[in-house]
Nanobody, 115 residues
Framework: QVQLVESGGGLVQPGGSLRLSCAAS????????MGWYRQAPGKQRELVAA???????NYASSVKGRFTISRDNAKNTVYLRMNSLKPEDTAVYYC?????????WGQGTLVTVSS
């Protein structure tokens, strides 16, 4: 089992920045993929960004150039740096960990972009 604990959400003005963190604990195998998904009200959950244990990354086109995903394998932690935030980035952001075909999810952290 893997447990994920997210932090870093909150209220930010348009154009501002936030950094989300997600720490994984439990039985961690490599290779694995860690990522961030988001779900806005009335919409489906969507992939924001993902990073493999070998540091390959993938981004949704809507965040490319504004968001940066990174990880610290020694700490089993993944980060999402979000710059130039827009109101449409408002959502609950969920951390995800994929290993050995099993998906694990964090509890979610709310990001609100509003003036």
């Amino acid at each position: 089992q893997v447990q994920l604990v997210e932090s870093g959400g909150g209220l930010v003005q348009p154009g501002g920045s936030l950094r989300l963190s997600c720490a994984a604990s439990g039985i961690i195998f490599s290779p694995n993929v860690m990522g961030w998904y988001r779900q806005a009200p009335g919409k489906q959950r969507e992939l924001v960004a993902a990073i493999t244990s070998g540091d390959s990354t993938n981004y949704a086109s809507s965040v490319k150039g504004r968001f940066t995903i990174s990880r610290d394998n020694a700490k089993n932690t993944v980060y999402l740096r979000m710059n130039s935030l827009k109101p449409e980035d408002t959502a609950v952001y969920y951390c995800n960990h994929l290993q050995l075909g099993s998906n694990y999810w964090g509890q979610g952290t709310l990001v609100t972009v509003s003036s």
